[in-house]
């Protein structure tokens, strides 16, 4: 699994993107108050900082990242906690790290798996919280084609009692069809 992780600049102005794109879209839901005197809304551009406890779980991302990028599945499945449990767009749930180690069997000369974390947030006890971005999946198949899988992907960290920070759950979904192919009928 190979992930290219981005410098942090990217990394802020992905996550600052899509924050402000959330605000744009609260706010331009309307009201029944519409001609009402509107407080401004100040942009998360105008204020590139980012907690210390997402900047950790960025980090955290990073390490991961790098650990399956030289390590392919057997790297992927030490970060998992032992109760830790993935979900995969059309796959069953698998549960626990050893489950987890037995299915993720992958070599990273054979198979590389990347992603880049575009956000973190840290839940308001800093023990928990989550990271998200895109993911790619390449490899070949039998008659030696290039392979391409990609999605989104989360990420739940969770503290354990000793101070290390595992996996609690790892889940992704295909990427959406292209526009105008959600909703095509198969041709016969």
Partial sequence: MLRPIPTFSLQLALVMAAASSSLTA?????????????????????QPTLSSGAILLMELEGRFAQAVATGGGKAFATWFADDGLTL??????????AAIAEKANWNPKEYQLTWVPE??????????????????????????QPVTLSGRYITVWRKMPNGDW?????ASANDAPKTG???????P
Avoid at 26 to 46: E, F, H, M, R, Y
């Fill in 119 to 144: 956000g973190a947030q840290m839940g308001p006890s800093n023990d928990m919280g989550f990271t998200w971005g895109h993911y790619e999946g390449r490899s070949k198949d039998k008659t030696g």
């Fill in 88 to 97: 995969s767009n059309g796959q069953p749930l698998i549960s626990g790290r």
């Fill in 181 to 187: 192919e959600c909703c095509v009928l198969p041709k």
């Fill in 166 to 170: 595992k996996v609690a759950l790892d």
């Fill in 26 to 46: 609260q706010t331009s839901l309307g009201s029944l108050d519409s001609i009402a005197p509107k407080p401004a809304v100040v942009s998360p551009l105008a």
